[in-house]
């Protein structure tokens, strides 16, 4: 008991927090410089000082209360994450990235899920915001109503909080002025996805887009346009429709591209050409001989299929630690202006591309 009521009485009983007090008696140095030291405003603080406060903050398990921190600082260091889909592997993996890339800058994160309900974007800014969160990763649900996106940049700015938008680029509101985004390069995705099928030989080139309020949607259309021009090919509307990024939907717009006799399909995520893959089973069409498919994203589950997803790659994990990095850099920076950062797509060829029909061509 008296061992106990000594470790008490020293602050290092489990479950109790440790106080810079605590570690300045275990010390024999002041409050202040203990302080200085933990706070890394030690210029003037001898080196064999500040190895034995950090050696003895060490052994102590010494946390500091970073909601007394926040009051003085005005910083919590958590940030706020808002994502449409958990189960897609592709967000996932981007809230894996921004978690380890938060662990290592000192914050912390929280994780929103929206289930792609714009009504919820708006939602979990507010309560983000209420939370006191120093900043917001913002990935916007499916949506093709570009008045919704103005919506949520009115929120952002009535709660001044900072913000990047991740995998999502939108043009600034009338009066305001664009948020940095963290991305792909959309357009040269489009371009290389089409060209691998080019170069395959096929001419007639289904095109599953995603939503076309979106200009990531937009940006992989001109890429898709670009790739067929070089080959001398006119684009064809109606070899085009437009998805919401759900295996569904892959499913239903791929019935009517079959029927206008497509040999190759471009799904601009794995999500949809996964619906692709499951039209042509129905209709018992053979994947690649009779149909050629290529995705966009490289989801983990694209290489375990009966016939592996070709697909275009997006690092979602430095996507998601890029967005933060770059989150952070504006928390410290506030004046310093903000460029957009964009990842190169990689095309990764698997089993679900090969050469045109020969009679089609």
């Known amino acids: 008991m008296s061992a106990w009521l000594s470790a008490l009485n020293r602050g290092e009983t489990t479950g109790m927090r440790v106080t810079i007090r605590d570690i300045a008696r275990k010390t024999g140095l002041s409050p202040s410089t203990v302080s200085l030291v933990l706070n890394n405003k030690c210029e003037r603080i001898s080196q064999k000082t500040r190895d034995l406060v950090l050696k003895v903050a060490a052994e102590m398990n010494y946390h500091p209360n970073q909601m007394a921190v926040g009051l003085i600082t005005r910083r919590t260091k958590t940030l706020g994450l808002i994502i449409p889909d958990i189960t897609n592997t592709f967000f996932a993996e981007i809230a894996k990235g921004a978690e380890e890339a938060c662990q290592k800058s000192g914050y912390s994160l929280m994780l929103c899920n929206t289930n792609d309900n714009p009504q919820k974007d708006a939602d979990y800014i507010n309560v983000l915001a209420s939370r006191g969160v120093d900043g917001i ?51 040269l995705g489009g371009y290389l ?71 190759g399909i471009f799904a601009c995520n794995d999500m949809m050409a996964y619906g692709v893959f499951q039209q042509a089973d129905q209709q018992g069409i053979q994947i690649p001989r009779q149909l050629s498919v290529v995705g966009f994203d490289d989801l983990q589950f694209s ?40 990842f190169k797509p990689e095309l990764v060829v698997r089993s679900s591309t090969g050469p045109a029909p020969k009679e089609s061509t």
């Open 193 to 263: 996805a089409t060209r691998h099928l080019l170069e395959l030989g096929h001419r007639r080139i289904g095109f599953i887009s995603g939503p076309m309020g979106e200009l990531s949607s937009q940006k992989r259309l001109f890429g898709y346009i670009r790739a067929l021009q070089e080959y001398g090919i006119t684009f064809d509307p109606m070899l085009m429709k437009v998805g919401d990024y759900h295996t569904s939907t892959g499913y239903q717009l791929a019935k009517a591209l079959l029927e206008q006799h497509v040999t």
């Open 137 to 187: 990763l913002f990935t916007m649900s499916v949506s093709s109503q570009v008045s919704k996106d103005t919506q949520c940049f009115r929120i952002l700015q009535q709660v001044e909080k900072p913000f990047v938008l991740v995998d999502r680029t939108v043009e600034a509101p009338e009066g305001g002025s664009a948020a940095p985004s963290v991305l792909v390069d959309n357009e």
């Open 303 to 342: 290489q375990l299929m009966r016939v592996p997803l070709t697909t275009m790659k997006q690092p979602a994990y430095d996507i998601g630690a890029g967005a933060v990095q770059k989150l952070i850099q504006m928390l410290d920076h506030p004046d310093q202006p903000q460029d957009n950062l964009i």
